[in-house]
Nanobody
C-alpha cells in the first residue's frame, strides 16, 4: 500500500492550493482517507478526512475548526485519489501535510498517530 501526497508549495496569504493523495494497493471505498498537518514545534493535528463508501452512509467529511469554511475534501475513486482544496490560506496553515488512511474517521480527530497507512509529507508554506 502506498499513499502519495502532492500539491504543496509556497503561496501568499489568501491564496489557494489543492493537495492530492493518490493511493495504490487499497480500495478507497474501504477506508477513511484524510490529512494531518504538523507545523514546526507543534503537535500533529488532524485537518480533514472523508469516509469510505460503505453503500449506506452519504459522503461524510470532517474538518478541524480552523479549516471549516476554507477547506474542502473530496474523493475520486476512479483515480484512487483524495483531494484537499485549501482556500483563504493564512500563515497559520504553514505545515507539513500528510495523508493517511484508516478504518475509521474518528482516528483523524481523536488520534495523531497509529493510523493504518501514512503517506509522506508535502510542505505548505503560506507567506508573503
Amino acid at each position: 500500500v502506498q499513499l502519495q501526497a502532492s500539491g504543496g508549495g509556497l503561496v501568499q496569504p489568501g491564496g489557494s492550493l489543492r493537495l492530492s493523495c493518490t493511493t495504490s494497493g487499497l480500495t478507497l471505498d474501504n477506508y477513511a482517507i484524510g490529512w494531518f498537518r504538523q507545523a514546526p514545534g507543534k503537535e500533529r493535528e488532524g485537518v480533514s478526512c472523508i469516509n469510505g463508501n460503505d453503500g449506506i452512509n452519504d459522503v461524510l467529511a470532517y474538518y478541524v475548526d480552523s479549516a471549516k469554511g476554507r477547506f474542502t475534501i473530496s474523493r475520486d475513486n476512479a483515480k484512487n485519489t483524495v483531494y484537499l482544496q485549501m482556500n483563504s490560506l493564512n500563515p497559520e496553515d504553514t505545515a507539513d501535510y500528510y495523508c493517511a488512511a484508516d478504518g475509521s474517521m474518528t482516528s483523524f480527530y481523536t488520534r495523531n498517530s497509529g493510523l493504518r497507512y501514512w503517506g509522506q509529507g508535502t510542505l505548505v508554506t503560506v507567506s508573503s
